[in-house]
């Protein structure tokens, strides 16, 4: 119900935002893709940065030369080990499970500044949706992981005619860990990637 009731307000301020041509000076949609580099704070979890990979819609959305909003919609995967501590908190047996790799369906809703054409920082905050909750993590069959994530991101785009390159930094406000609060699991990632805008 969370996930139906978040991506339904999601999609309300995609269409106010995209019905508001009338004001915007131009409007364009662009193709993301790239790799994550994340990883999750916490005793339960290695200290490393690991590969995942993104992909989704941009669309630009610009409202004076210089500012713009870009609501994004992308999939993300964020891939991350377990460390020993892990079983030594919650005393459980990890067996195959030291790998996971964790889906979202991440929704950054940013705020644009091009201070020239071919630069736009941007930041914002980024709601991500969880799309695979790890109900057979624990033994017990509990979920790991709550059902979503709260972010803020910020980073810089080069403008070169239709090509977009990227890079962004995200970080977690919120607790991800669904289990109990010993121990706090936030994320971290690094973004680059390429667009091209239609």
Known sequence: MKRIIFFGAFLSFF???SSSSSF???IKLAIHAGANMGKLEGKSFEDEFQLGYHFGVAPE????PKWGIQPEVL???TNTSTSSNFEDIYKVSLNELKE???NYLSIPLMLSYRPVSFITLQAG???SILMNNHST????GKEAFTDGDFSMVGGAQVNILKLRVYGRYGI???NINDIDNRDNWKSQTLQLGVGIAL
């Open 15 to 17: 269409f106010i935002a």
């Open 75 to 77: 999939f993300s995967q």
């Open 61 to 64: 959305i610009m409202f004076s």
């Open 137 to 140: 993590f624990l033994e017990n």
């Open 24 to 26: 915007a000076q131009g």
């Open 100 to 102: 996971v790799k964790l």
């Open 125 to 127: 905050p980024q709601f």
């Open 172 to 174: 977690g406000l919120a």
